[in-house]
């Protein structure tokens, strides 16, 4: 059996993660696979397949690695503020990990861990507004669909040229202004 290489006795988790992640959000996920990253890490695939195990697997770290604290409970007792909160914390993940946010939405399985528990505090705050209980499910998918739909509109903005980027702008405030008017029917 051969030694392992210099590079490949500092592999890591972490390091193959890292450089998935960039790969994930430079390229896209069709262009995501153990032979790139082995490339990019100067390793063997097999080596990438050691540390993080099938790609289907590789994915669900990703999404543990960006959603990670996602769902931590805001600081505020107004449990309004504290949706506003929560969802702006995971949207500005989608925003910044667009293609990550795709591969969810094409592989609900992803959906694990901080993502799960983002939604069950979700409809446990919603419970203390000022809302019909039997609403609370219609709600909680309207809020998801359009939280959804923004990450499909931040994805498919990554994939703009600069040039098409720079006439239309978008943001984290696009996004709030449009989760605020959701919200505010709350009230109504």
Request: hydrophobic share 40%.
């Amino acid at each position: 059996m051969a030694r392992p290489t210099k590079a490949n006795s500092r592999l890591n988790k972490d390091i193959i993660l890292k450089t998935a992640l960039k790969q994930l959000d430079d390229t896209g996920e069709a262009s995501l696979s153990f032979r790139t990253l082995a490339k990019e890490l100067d390793v063997t695939a097999m080596a990438i397949k050691h540390h993080v195990g099938s790609r289907k697997d590789l994915l669900a770290s990703l999404v543990s690695l960006v959603y990670a604290n996602v769902a931590d409970a805001p600081v505020t007792s107004n449990p309004r503020d504290a949706i506003f909160i929560l969802l702006e914390r995971y949207c500005l993940r989608v925003i910044e990990h667009p293609n990550l946010a795709l591969c969810i939405i094409g592989d609900p399985t992803l959906l694990t861990g901080q993502l799960v528990v983002l939604t069950d505090k979700i409809s446990e705050y919603l419970k203390h507004c000022d809302i019909e209980p039997s609403e609370i499910p219609l709600l909680i998918g309207i809020i998801i669909d359009y939280t959804h739909g923004f990450a499909f509109s931040a994805a498919a903005y990554s994939c703009l040229s600069d040039e098409e980027k720079s006439q239309s702008e978008l943001s984290i405030d696009d996004y709030m202004r449009g989760i605020t008017w959701v919200l505010n029917k709350i009230d109504d």
